[in-house]
């Protein structure tokens, strides 16, 4: 590409990201710098890049950085009516980002310019959102939230990439980082339910919608219990609870199509066979319970608790490093039958173990994309009897039983589902 284009593209780009960031500055009546202030902050950014390129100096790029800061407070300083009502902070750290955001693409950043722009601007957007799940948050909460971030980012550089143990498959590495993909779509799902009820709760059928898809994609299993429960208690009708449970496990359905596309894209297909068609009869038993719905709404419970903590992720590590290890020692000892006896026995207790180190064996071409559709599927069937017994132990028998009617279908589904991904 002729060299004056690229440059033009990239001025252009840095005008982009400052306006759109601008473009939200401009609703606050306060800010000293608007739209137009932030589409030259961007621009001064890649300015003083190509600058300082030109000259082989990256103090240009330091003094404008500098230049700007002053200006911005300078602006905030000047005017004292508008610092009684707020110090300007977010604003000039905003305007300050831009220009660096100017500089990277310059440089040929453009990409992670663009998203982190973007980013920015949403974060300056939903502020309100922010502070309002903000005082919704518990000390647990927090506590949760920072141990994940440790699990991720301390603990999971740390270990070593490189395989263990039987067979070869205990990669600590790949171990820690499933621990982390579980905890971050449980804590996601979390903190998306927590943000609707910053939002209050409109109309029950869109409360019940929310809290049994998002907390379906915490843990349907508790869930589950949590509805049946009230359901026994009087709290919320069999028609309600059984909303929010079979949103809950269809929600389930959903988590283990992303974990497949997520782990191992190549298997979607087999894997889709085997569970899509669960996913689709949970239709006919969750719209006879939607009509019986009227005007309750879902309870905040104290028994759901922010999914993520440190012990929790052991234990899960240590459970999906041991469901691996025996997923290949039967797999390679036992065939296909073996690994079928072992994601029953798992997808009593959990499904995400069993699905994983299915996942894992099939990138490692251990067995075959039936194989590992067929162990989930599996899985996932033994998992919904489970549910179904919990409804019947927590909420009394006639809850029970409009569960296990309300499931016989994707259990029906998946059996078919097996037939499909071996005959079809």
């Known amino acids: 590409m002729n060299a004056t284009l690229s440059i033009a593209i990239a001025f252009a780009t840095s005008a982009a990201i400052g306006l759109l960031v601008g473009l939200e500055r401009e609703r606050n009546p306060l800010a000293k710098a608007g739209l137009r202030t932030f589409t030259l902050i961007a621009v001064l950014g890649s300015l003083t890049a190509l600058i300082g390129e030109t000259v082989g100096s990256a103090w240009i790029v330091v003094g404008g950085f500098a230049a700007t800061a002053a200006v911005l407070a300078g602006a905030y300083f000047a005017d004292p009516r508008t610092t009684e009502v707020e110090s300007g902070t977010t604003t000039v750290v905003a305007a300050l980002a831009v220009f660096c955001l100017g500089v990277m693409i310059y440089h040929g950043l453009s990409l992670l310019a663009v998203t982190l722009g973007v980013g920015i601007t949403a974060l300056l957007y939903f502020k309100p959102e922010l502070e309002g799940f903000s005082k919704q948050l518990t000390a647990q909460d927090i506590r949760s939230m ?23 498959v205990l990669n600590p590495f790949q171990i820690w980082l499933m621990v982390v993909l579980i905890s971050g779509v449980s804590l996601a799902g979390y903190v998306a339910w927590r943000l609707t009820l910053t939002r209050g709760r409109s109309a029950a059928q ?28 009087g709290t919320h009708s069999r028609a309600a609870a059984s909303t929010i449970i079979v949103l809950a496990n269809a929600a389930m359905l959903v988590r283990v199509l992303l974990i497949t596309t997520i782990v191992a894209p190549t298997a979607v ?25 009227h005007h309750e709404s879902p309870r905040d419970s104290a028994e759901y608790r922010n999914p993520t903590n440190l012990l929790a992720a052991l234990a899960f590590g240590a459970t999906y490093g041991l469901i691996l290890l025996l997923s290949a020692w039967v797999s390679q000892n036992l065939g296909a039958a073996g690994l079928y006896g072992l994601a029953v026995v798992s997808g009593l207790s959990d499904v995400d173990a069993i699905t994983l180190s299915s996942l894992q064996l099939f990138n490692a071409d251990a067995i075959l994309g039936a194989n590992a559709a067929t162990a989930v599927a599996l899985a996932v069937g033994a998992n919904l009897l489970v549910k179904c017994g919990i409804a019947f132990v927590a909420g009394g028998t006639k809850l029970g039983r409009g569960t296990l009617l309300a499931l016989s279908g994707p259990l029906v589904a998946l059996a078919a589902g097996i037939g499909l991904v071996h005959y079809a």
Do not use: C, M
């Open 146 to 168: 920072l141990q994940f971030a440790a699990l991720s980012v301390v603990v999971l550089p740390l270990l070593p990439n490189e395989p263990y143990g039987p067979h070869g």
């Open 206 to 233: 869109r409360g019940f919608l929310l809290t049994g898809l998002l907390g379906g994609l915490v843990s349907s299993t508790a869930t589950t219990l949590v509805y049946s429960r009230h359901a026994r208690d």
């Open 269 to 293: 297909l087999a894997i889709g066979k085997a569970v899509f068609p669960a996913l689709l009869l949970t239709t006919p038993a969750l719209l006879r319970a939607w009509r019986a719905v």
